[in-house]
């Protein structure tokens, strides 16, 4: 079975730097995403490791142990915009993928 | 290009009737997806597809039913709605199968099932 954990708020200040920790158990690994999803929206790719270490895009890096079961989301310079939830997803041995529940991620200024 | 896109944006509905979510993408994708997202418990697969002609079942399948005829068309269907299907469903394409292959989501449904 699959197991995804994350927390369930965080709250970060504008300009500041957040971290958002996943750990996982599943049958097999084929890779970790994580997405955005903005309240009352559709989920948006921000990144794929499927290799150990870290992916930097923009402000956006996201790092992957798998030794570990364990990767994070972390977010530079704090936007307002970046509020929304954060959601760790990983493909297991059936190649599906399955959702952590999500990290709510508040902005304030 | 739309991407995907998915009818109605939101539904109420009676017990018992039935259903049809449409969802469809011009992206030429192999594989389509179904997911419900419920608060407090995310996104959940209901059935998927890897090719036209095919489907499969996923996490929470019972009282959905799904076909696809071609690439582009993926429609679920609720055959006796219950409360307990009230949600928001989104569907989502990916060009392949493979590990990496990146899911595109639709807009989503907001289904409220009285």
């Known amino acids: 079975g699959q197991n995804i954990d994350q927390p369930t708020e965080m709250t970060a200040t504008e300009g500041a730097i957040v971290q958002i920790n996943c750990t996982y158990q599943t049958s097999g690994f084929n890779g970790l995403f994580w997405y955005q999803q903005h309240a009352g929206e559709a989920p948006t790719f921000l990144s794929y490791?499927?290799?150990?270490g870290l992916e930097e895009k923009g402000r956006f890096s996201s790092f992957l142990s798998r030794s570990k079961g364990y990767s994070y989301l972390l977010l530079k310079e704090l936007q307002m915009k970046d509020s929304a939830s954060y959601l760790c997803a990983v493909t297991g041995g059936s190649y599906q993928l399955t959702f952590g529940k999500g990290t709510k991620l508040s902005v304030i200024p | 290009i739309a991407g995907i896109t998915q009818a109605p944006t939101s539904q109420i509905l009676a017990a018992g009737r039935r259903m049809t979510l449409r969802c469809t993408q011009d992206m030429r994708h192999n594989a389509m997806y179904w997911y419900r997202q419920d608060l407090g418990l995310g996104l959940r697969l209901i059935h998927y597809?890897?090719?036209?002609?095919?489907?499969g079942k996923g996490e929470v399948p019972d009282g959905y039913s799904v076909s696809r005829a071609n690439t582009d068309d993926f429609p679920l269907t609720l055959a006796s709605a219950v409360p307990s299907q009230t949600s928001v469903y989104f569907c989502?394409?990916?060009?392949?199968?493979?590990?990496?292959?990146?899911?595109?989501f639709g807009p989503g449904t907001r289904l409220t099932v009285l």
């Open positions: 490791n499927v290799l150990d």
């Open positions: 597809s890897n090719t036209a002609g095919t489907t």
């Open positions: 989502a394409s990916s060009a392949g199968t493979g590990g990496g292959d990146t899911q595109y």
